[in-house]
């Protein structure tokens, strides 16, 4: 008996600490000092992954999930399992990358489709592969009238491994939605991708 008691406590206080933690995450003099310029955002409002799903689980119906990675990114490399489909740009197949790196056009359609999702006083979640993409989409919505938009900065990817010694030197799992053992999927939901606008 004095064991369960022990692990129920033990838990307890685990559980208030990360939510404590998830609190000041959103503020941006709790965040931004930590959160690399080019995943900043003009609202600088930040989460890391585990604190995102952590405000999705607390308000599921007040909050957005919006993963705004390409199509092919959503389909085959998985996402969050409610998480809305918005991509921010598209690969540009056309031009082919002088630095090793796709080279993106913006989606003209972005703000129209994030608006059938969710109104200007939603809560948002932002995510990406890792943060840059997230930071701008973060920036479009703000500009559009969206005042709760959080950017998950480590993305559903996360950031590289640089380590040179390591087998994973170079391959996103350093931190991020898919590497820190949150529900992710393959499954698809036709109201969560994005698919041509039915005329």
Aim: with cysteine.
């Amino acid at each position: 008996m004095r064991r369960i008691a022990f692990a129920v406590l033990a838990l307890w206080m685990a559980s208030s600490a990360v939510l404590a933690e998830s609190s000041d995450a959103g503020r941006p003099d709790a965040a931004s000092a930590n959160v690399a310029e080019k995943k900043q955002t003009a609202l600088g409002l930040y989460l890391r992954a585990p604190e995102a799903y952590q405000r999705w689980r607390a308000e599921p119906l007040k909050t957005v999930v919006l993963d705004v990675r390409t199509p092919a990114e959503y389909v085959f490399i998985g996402h969050a399992p409610m998480a809305y489909n918005v991509p921010f740009a598209f690969w540009k197949s056309d031009v082919f990358p002088k630095d090793g790196m796709p080279v993106m056009k913006p989606n003209p359609d972005f703000l129209a489709r994030v608006k059938r999702i969710a109104s200007p006083d939603e809560t948002l979640l932002v995510m990406c592969r890792s943060g840059e993409r997230g930071a701008k989409a973060c920036n479009a919505l703000a500009k559009a009238g969206y005042t709760k938009v959080y950017h998950v900065v480590d993305g559903f990817e996360g950031d590289e491994v640089e380590d040179p010694e390591s087998a994973f030197n170079g391959k996103r799992m350093k931190n991020g939605w898919r590497n820190a053992g949150l529900p992710w999927t393959y499954k698809l939901s036709r109201n969560q991708m994005y698919l041509p606008v039915e005329k």
